[in-house]
């Protein structure tokens, strides 16, 4: 466990516990650490998985995907964040989402079963590490509420706007890091041409700066 120890502190599902407390629960239940390569698939979509996964470093992309194996990009995952609930809790044919790594990237992983049978066995650190979960979800959910606001905009600069007013607001800064081109226009389901040309048309009206890996806003309205 002493690897896990390096990172878990920093976690936000062990916010409220001392290091010792964190180390015997992770014992409890199990808990394991793997690594990935950027490119790497950490989750596959509609396949048995039995871990909730905890980003602890690193980067990672949510790609939504059909039966006909259709791919829709979602929002990325950054320090902290949980995957992999549907399936480890409902099974494989509730998860429609794989995960990527954007970047070299380590996870945590909690096998399901043993956070609930086992881990309750270690008291109040139990119900702290559960209140964290819990709190993890519901700002999870509030993404998904986000990204349904972003595509419920006509247009494609109304969804840019949107999205960037967003992520400045997640990120805190006026200037959020985005993905690439083909990505975002992904993200924002639209065609990749009418996001290029979307975005020359805002820099142009004095409305937008950019750079490949980030934008700003100069006019909220």
Known sequence: MEGISLEAKRLPIFDGLVQKDIDVFNEAIGARIQTYKKGDRIL???????????????????????????????????????????????????????????????????????????????GHVHGIVMQNFLKILSRKMVLMMRKVEVLSQKSVRERLTVYLLHEEEQQRRNDPRVPGRGQLAKYLECNRSALTREISHMKEEGLLACEDDWMSLLKKT
């Open 44 to 122: 596959r979509a509609y396949e048995e998985n039995r871990y909730i996964g905890i980003l602890v470093d690193g980067r990672a992309q949510v790609v939504s995907e059909d039966r006909l194996g259709n791919e829709a990009l979602g929002h990325t995952l950054d320090k902290g964040a949980i995957f992999g609930c549907p399936s480890a809790v409902l099974g494989e044919e509730y998860n429609c989402i794989s995960v990527d790594a954007v970047k070299d990237t380590t996870v945590l992983l909690l096998p399901y079963k043993n956070l609930l049978t086992r881990g309750i066995h270690t």
